[in-house]
């Protein structure tokens, strides 16, 4: 079985909230008795995408698992690259594959510099369609921080991922693919996506409300949450939610 704990939307900026919120995230991931498989965190890992939050972000994180991290709107790609990737400055999309206990996990940049919606570049989805066809005989999380679809929330319905049908082509071809993760939503929810579950973390620096629950945009007081996939041999993903307090 692949466990892989899934974190988003920590937005790490000057003040100590920020750090706090992801210094629990991180320590609680630490302590584990057993750790997970990798730590997949799907964007907004900077409140500003400037060097010095990435940096911050880095000296917060000490774990002796990988930790695989792509773009988010509020993240910069080329301060992103130095400070984070320790790679030289550039404006491409950041998509990086990496496989771990018997699982490919895709990490692609659905980000557009300058913009809060979502788009996955002809460049992106052309390294996609390579990639899968390198290891269809593993099981496959493709991942971002865009959710492609609408979940009942306004304020992010209308900077979410757009142009969706055209990964939905690409994933319709690839049955190895079972399950779509992203963030950018601030909230734990499940959906479907071109026939899979697509499920969104939670976020780490606050919590976006449901326009029936209350006329606040987003609760800054709820704790952080995370999310635990579990990837079964019989490819069957089984998804926890996590309040770290």
């Not at 071809?173 to 992203?182: D, E, M, S």
């Not at 071109?194 to 499920?199: E, H, I, S």
Request: hydrophobic fraction near 45%.
């Amino acid at each position: 079985m692949g466990i892989f704990a899934h974190v988003s939307d920590v937005h790490i900026d000057a003040e100590e909230r920020s750090v706090q919120r992801a210094g629990r995230v991180f320590n609680y991931l630490a302590g584990l008795p057993t750790p997970p498989d990798a730590v997949i965190v799907t964007g907004d890992l900077a409140d500003h995408g400037a060097e010095a939050e990435y940096e911050r972000l880095r000296q917060l994180v000490d774990l002796d698992v990988p930790v695989l991290w792509c773009p988010g709107n509020h993240d910069a790609r080329e301060p992103y690259r130095k400070a984070l990737l320790g790679e030289e400055p550039d404006a491409r999309p950041i998509n990086r594959a990496f496989e771990i206990a018997g699982t490919l996990i895709l990490m692609l940049d659905s980000s557009i510099p300058g913009r809060n919606d979502g788009l996955l570049a002809d460049e992106t989805l052309e390294w996609l369609t390579a990639a899968l066809a390198k290891r269809p005989d593993l099981p496959t999380l493709v991942c971002f921080h865009h959710p492609p679809v609408p979940l009942g929330l306004p304020f992010v319905d209308e900077i979410r991922q757009f142009g969706a049908e055209r990964l939905a082509a690409v994933l319709e071809r690839n049955p190895q693919v079972v399950a779509v993760l992203c963030g950018h939503a601030h909230t734990p929810a499940a959906a479907t996506f071109a026939g899979r579950p697509l499920l969104v973390a939670p976020s780490v620096t606050s919590t976006l409300m449901l326009p029936f629950e209350t006329d606040e945009v987003f609760d800054r007081d709820l704790p952080p949450m995370i999310a635990f996939h579990l990837l079964g041999e019989d490819r069957r993903l089984t998804t926890h939610y996590r309040v770290i307090l």
